[in-house]
């Protein structure tokens, strides 16, 4: 007999009344094992420590901790080639600027992460509040990495001016591309949280949101020492 | 006896020359651009196995300790 017709009589055999009523379905795995999220593929207490998206999330940022790797991996074969670095006659990088601008960023880390604390508490504002300051930070970071590089090409430091301007804004174009789409993301869920969709049950989407978010600020520092102080 | 390829081999690399423990792609005298750069790139890998297994490790035993304490009692 097939499932289907088996589960039809059986449904028919409940609804005469000669079979006695199914069990209730069994509630899925919860409780706090890891973040405390009660959603649906949450970790499970005594179970996997991570919920589906943020295995999900780990496993994209150990893809992208890769291929930044391979990024500088590239250019350590030219940094430490053994010829002068910068070359002669190139524009020199604005370190001073930049280390303010990395002060910014790495400040967007510290109120994304108070963002998460106030989720974790149910403060729905305060949450909304940090996560419109990260975004501005964020936002701010790019606009002077944006105001530097038009100097810089002004300057004439271009990509095809040489390996010096090419490994230049390869490695740190990437890592603004990445920022960018940290900040349209950020955008995203901060209209969601100003919308009601999170709580202290259901916060998943400000996790992954900041794991994200932590990724971009701490790629940053390593992108800053390699390129610009080495 | 059992261990003894083994120390037949610790015997052949303390013996070899030393152009012959040279990394097979940069060697001894290779441009130290190269050598820095595969140094870095062969261990990624297992910084980043290595970090995430940390956050294994770290979400589990959060998970395990009862609500209101920290990590670290």
């Known amino acids: 007999m097939s499932p289907i017709l088996a589960e039809k009589r059986e449904r028919k055999a409940r609804e005469e009344g000669n079979l006695p009523p199914s069990p209730p379905p069994e509630e899925p795995p919860g409780g706090d094992g890891g973040d405390g999220s009660q959603e649906p593929h949450s970790p499970a207490a005594g179970g996997f420590p991570l919920g589906n998206a943020q295995l999900a999330m780990v496993v994209f940022i150990a893809a992208e901790l890769m291929f930044f790797a391979g990024l500088i991996g590239a250019f350590l074969v030219f940094r430490f080639s053994g010829k002068p670095w910068p070359p002669p006659f190139q524009p020199r990088l604005p370190v001073g600027v930049t280390a303010v601008n990395t002060l910014f960023l790495l400040a967007s880390s510290y109120t994304m992460a108070r963002a998460q604390g106030a989720l974790r508490g149910g403060d729905t504002a305060r949450l909304a509040r940090f996560l419109t300051l990260t975004g501005a930070l964020g936002t701010l970071f790019l606009a002077v990495q944006g105001y530097e590089w038009v100097r810089l090409l002004s300057f004439g430091l271009t990509a095809s001016s040489g390996v010096y301007g090419s490994t230049f804004y390869t490695i740190i174009g990437t890592h603004g591309f990445h920022v960018l789409c940290g900040v349209t993301w950020l955008i995203v869920v901060l209209v969601r949280a100003r919308m009601g969709r999170y709580s202290a049950a259901h916060r998943t989407g400000v996790i992954i949101c900041g794991m994200y978010w932590h990724l971009v600020v701490g790629l940053w520092p390593v992108l800053f020492f390699l390129v610009y102080l080495l | ?73």
């Not at chain 2, 003894?4 to 012959?20: G, T």
């Not at chain 2, 261990?43 to 609500?67: D, N, T």
């Open chain 2, 1 to 73: 006896m059992k261990s003894a390829p083994y120390l037949l081999a610790a015997a052949s690399l303390l013996a070899a020359p030393p152009s012959a423990l040279a990394c097979g792609v940069c060697g001894l005298d290779g441009d130290p651009g190269f050598v820095w750069s595969i140094a870095f790139l062969m261990s990624m890998p297992f910084a980043v196995a290595g970090a995430i297994g940390g956050v294994f490790l770290y979400s589990s035993r959060r998970g395990r300790r009862p609500a209101g304490t920290t990590f670290l009692r």
